[in-house]
Nanobody, 125 residues
Framework: QVQLLESGGGSVQAGGSLSLSCAAS??????MGWFRQAPGKEREGGAV???????RYAASVKGRFTISKDDAKHNLYLQMNRLKPEYTAMYYC?????????????????????WGQGTQVTVSS
């Protein structure tokens, strides 16, 4: 059974940085990503990484976020720099095993089968 566990959320001032981690147990290679959901809004994509290491970013975070993974440790990471208050949200780790991220410019939320419980990120102005 695949389990995803996020960590690293917290509070930071605008312009600061945070690093998130996702520990994936029972997971094999495939497509992994980070999504976020702000209060009162729908969940939206942030960044994804394919099994070959290629990455895709939502336009709203491109240039500020960097997604990476360590296959040996089964960990997924998200480095977030120059944070803005509008980035305040619950951040979720997502995964789909044995298959890549597809041909979309950014795979939809429905593509992912496994989800973590989320970690809160709060950016104050």
């Amino acid at each position: 059974q695949v389990q995803l566990l996020e960590s690293g959320g917290g509070s930071v001032q605008a312009g600061g940085s945070l690093s998130l981690s996702c520990a994936a147990s029972g997971y094999s290679r495939g497509c992994m990503g980070w999504f976020r959901q702000a209060p009162g809004k729908e969940r939206e994509g942030g960044a994804v990484i394919d099994s070959d290491g290629s990455t895709r970013y939502a336009a709203s975070v491109k240039g500020r976020f960097t997604i990476s993974k360590d296959d040996a440790k089964h960990n997924l990471y998200l480095q977030m720099n120059r944070l803005k208050p509008e980035y305040t949200a619950m951040y979720y780790c997502a995964a789909r095993a044995y298959i890549g991220c597809g041909t979309w410019s950014f795979p939809p939320e429905s593509w992912f089968i496994y989800w973590g419980q989320g970690t809160q990120v709060t950016v104050s102005s």
